[in-house]
């Protein structure tokens, strides 16, 4: 059976010492299930991105100083990060704000080219074969954009005629989608300006389920959902893996969600991954407060160091 892979970072040092109750360098923790094709491979993929000074300190410090104070203020985004993912498997990336998971799902869907490293989406590198991978995949994130002038319906037929689907088809199956995710007719047909932020979310999930796509990127697609629309968004999801084998990356937030949702999880902390297992296998790692049964978020706390940093006395300066 696989041991969680746990690399080393000093919150999980912290964690070896004092809770972790079975952990090794388990390399092969990393692998996904045998069998079924490789749909994703991130080989040691590494993102930088330079932060400029402002134009007062470029003037102040000269050319040679500027250079040198943009190398200095560069943030390694995504860190020399490995990674496979099955075709049909949902595969979680939890990590602190800030950590670079947003980052690597830009990487994967051709947004942003690495700095270092290779992306494969069902062995097509994501440099160079740009618009097959393209054609494979289909993101949703928080910052997700829109004709703001125009109805749900109409952006999301806009989008229907990207994809070369007939318009009868694509309207009810905007309708049912739309409906399904809690949106109502009136919604459906009004200027997605005067919709609330949860419900425009709702209308990007839908695009990202007019087609069944190879590869869903999803990132954070629940964020500002109500409890009754998360859950319809997760059983979208399986359903769509369980009825055209797309392979899910997800990024969230909600311990609870990655949980039930997904079949291997990884953590990542500073643009590396920290562990990478399933779900149960990560809780096996720790023993819960109390000798209770140990939660995803006890495991994340304990593995990105934020339990104790949140319990710390605050700064008086
Ligand atoms: N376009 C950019 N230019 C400069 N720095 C960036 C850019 N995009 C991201 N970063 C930086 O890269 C790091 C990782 O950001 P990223 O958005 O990937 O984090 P995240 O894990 O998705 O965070 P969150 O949970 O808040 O969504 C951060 O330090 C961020 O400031
Ligand atoms: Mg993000």
Known sequence: ??????????????????????SARAPAAMGPPAGAPLAL???????????????????????????????????VAVDDVSFAVAQGEIF????????????????MSTLLIP???AIRV??????????????????V????????????????????RLYRIEPGAAHDRIVAILRRLGLDDRAIFAPMED?????????????????????????????????????????????????HATTVILTTHDMYEADALCDRVAIIDGGRFVALDT??????????PDRSAPTLEDVFLALTGRALEEGAAPDPS
């Open 141 to 160: 994130s928080v910052e997700a954009s829109f004709f703001k002038k125009l109805t749900p319906m109409e952006n999301l037929q806009y989008a229907a």
């Open 279 to 288: 779900p149960a296998g990560l809780k096996r790692t720790i023993a819960g």
């Open 1 to 22: 059976m696989n041991e969680t892979l746990i690399l080393r970072t000093p919150a999980a040092d912290e964690m070896a010492a004092s809770t972790v109750v079975a």
């Open 92 to 107: 979680g990336l939890l990590g602190p704000n800030g950590t670079g998971k947003s980052t690597l799902i830009r990487l």
């Open 195 to 243: 919709m609330s932020r949860g419900m425009q979310q709702k209308v990007a999930i839908a695009r990202a389920f007019l087609t069944s796509p190879v590869i869903l990127l999803l990132d954070e697609p629940t964020t500002g959902l109500d409890p009754h629309s998360k859950r319809d968004v997760q059983a979208f999801v399986r359903e769509m893996r369980d009825t």
């Open 41 to 75: 491979e991130v080989d040691r993929a590494r993102k930088v991105f330079a932060k400029r000074p402002g134009l007062a300190a470029r003037l102040r410090a000269g050319r040679r100083g500027a250079a040198r104070a943009e190398a200095a203020r560069a943030v």
């Open 122 to 139: 069902f062995g097509r590198d994501v440099v160079r074969d740009e618009m097959t991978v393209k054609r494979m995949i289909n993101r």
């Open 115 to 117: 700095d270092g490293g």
